[in-house]
């Protein structure tokens, strides 16, 4: 009798044409990570985001999933999504066209003096932003501190969840998952260091130095640590110290003998990122009373009290990136950047790049939301009003604003903006709202009394502050008391490549931030709710 051999089917990525052999129990989301192909999993690969499409030929049937998702249009191309479906025989898989370059922050401000105080003539450094979504890096001379160069990168980490409470998940599946997390992060920043150092000549032997800051997951990921107490109350980091350790005990095979230094946490969520803003602010240093916001899904704040230091941290959520909104999308080419409602209710907007607007990214979120308010379209608890201009109702009977129609600026499709997301602002600017009120109250100040707000970070940098005051995402301060301070984490991460006077600071500064536990605050239940409804 022949012997028959049985393959295993193989998945063809298009366009880079990867090739993968599976096993029937394997989903096309998690085969693209075994070869580290980029596909977006807000949630995590659960299947309740809708982001990771792609076109599957031959094409299975469409599950419950798909369809509520995805729209017929896109079902009949034999878009599915990637994590729920696997494969029996062989099988395309095309990721749809790239989304384009991500638009990221790379300098920041810094405040006060500080200087260089370990001198090595021909040896360079390279500072690190690792952010949940984007990595910064930057190749520093160690003898004078002049930037040489700098590169960016979405981190590869988002294949495996968008926000950090899915990344913990996934490392909490095995201890190879936990292993993978940190290759992933490590590789793209000695790719980082490679590219940087080809660009500006530097032989890489010479680089002698990496300074790293995040917030606390991001550092325990990059670190290999155990994760698994963050993932449950009271959520006490299990490295709360700054760590100096080789390269090579990290996987960082190209550069085994550099020396690596992370930041301590704070507390909780608080990381060795906001510990950089601290820093390169001088917060610790202030005269005055000073709020600062970096603005993302964790949300974290600090509030120095003329050089007291507090800080939280909100669980604001991934809306305001886009995440969770039904067209949303990060900053990056064809996202709808900005937006203006004329008297009419008629939109007029500005697109990232030459290309047709594709979706919402935050600074638009932001501006959409103010403007309906404004224009009437929503009151004051969100509702729309759906006697308004450009309102429709969906399939779903949801009402929504259409932004974008199909065929303006050359659009292929509606871009609305629907009941549900405005739900979804409304709860994220809360978060972010009620730490801010609960940090101020807890000195015995309101936002009347601030002398400054920083906002930090990409999304800080890139909104209206007067959008953002419009639907109370920012306390009710003058606009000529804000500033926007950029990469503020990154600016601290030089400061402590560069000093081992900051480096031997930041310790103590980790120790005397006082960290204010939101959850467990007495008046938080009735702030969250009291900050919900718009001012």
């Known amino acids: 009798m022949a012997r028959v051999t049985i393959m295993a089917p193989v998945i063809i990525f298009k366009p880079s044409g990867t090739r993968v052999s599976v096993d029937e129990e394997t989903t096309v989301l998690e085969a693209s990570r075994a070869v580290g192909l980029h596909l977006s999993a807000e949630c995590g690969g659960r299947g309740s985001c809708g982001k990771c499409a792609v076109i599957m030929t031959p094409s299975p049937e469409p599950n419950a999933r798909d369809l509520e998702h995805l729209s017929s249009t896109r079902i009949e191309r034999g878009l599915r999504l990637a994590c729920q479906h696997t494969v029996v025989r062989n099988t395309h898989v095309t990721i749809p066209r790239s989304e384009g370059a991500v638009k990221i922050l790379e300098q920041g401000k810094t405040t006060g003096d500080w200087s260089i105080d370990e001198t090595q003539l021909g040896q360079y450094g390279v500072a690190v932003d690792l952010g949940t979504t984007t990595v910064v890096a930057y190749l520093m001379d160690l003898s004078t501190g002049v930037q040489v160069a700098h590169a960016a990168t979405l981190n590869p980490q988002i294949a495996f969840g968008e926000d950090v409470l ?238 974008v129609q199909k065929g303006e600026h050359g659009s292929e499709r509606d871009l609305l903006f ?74 601290g991460a030089k400061m402590l490549l560069l000093s081992g006077t900051a480096r031997s600071e930041v310790s103590a500064l980790a120790r005397n931030t006082h960290y204010v536990d939101l959850a467990t605050h007495p008046s938080f239940q009735d702030t969250l709710m009291a900050s919900i409804d718009f001012p």
């Open 418 to 491: 629907t009941q549900k997301d405005v739900r979804q602002i409304q709860l994220a600017k809360a978060a972010i709202h009620t730490g801010t009120v609960i940090l101020l109250r807890e000195k015995g100040y309101s936002s009347e009394d601030m002398d400054r707000l920083l906002l930090a970070g990409a999304f800080g940098t890139y909104i209206r502050p007067e959008s953002a005051l419009e639907i109370g995402l920012l306390p009710s301060v003058q606009l000529g008391r804000i500033d926007a301070v950029g990469n503020a984490a990154g600016e």
């Open 166 to 403: 899915s990344r913990v998940q996934y490392a909490l599946t095995g201890e190879d998952k936990n292993r993978l997390l940190q290759q992933r992060v490590v590789e793209s920043i000695q790719q980082m260091t490679e590219q940087m150092s080809a660009e500006s000549g530097v032989d890489l032997k010479d680089v002698t130095r990496i300074a790293v800051v995040g917030n606390t997951v991001m550092q325990h990921l990059f670190l290999g640590a155990d994760v698994e107490p963050l993932s449950r109350a009271p959520f006490e980091p299990s490295v709360s110290e700054g760590v100096c350790i080789k390269g090579k005990e990290i996987g960082l095979d190209g550069l085994p003998a550099i020396d690596v230094h992370v930041a301590p946490n704070i507390a909780r969520f608080v990381g060795g990122d906001t510990l950089g803003f601290i820093l390169s602010q001088r917060l610790d240093r202030a005269d005055d009373l000073v709020l600062g916001i970096d603005i993302g899904t964790n949300g974290e704040i600090v509030l120095s009290d003329r050089g007291t230091l507090y800080c939280c941290s909100t669980a604001a959520g991934p809306a305001l990136e886009g995440a969770t909104i039904t067209n949303g999308m990060r900053g990056q080419s064809g996202a709808v950047e900005h937006v203006e409602i004329h008297t009419d209710g008629t939109p007029e907007i500005s697109v990232i790049g030459d290309e047709p607007p594709r979706g919402f990214c935050g600074s638009a979120i932001v501006d959409i939301v103010a403007e309906m308010k404004t224009s009437g379209i929503i009151d004051k608890s969100g509702r729309m009003d759906s006697s308004a201009p450009r309102i429709v109702k969906r399939n779903d009977g949801q009402l929504a604003y259409v932004v």
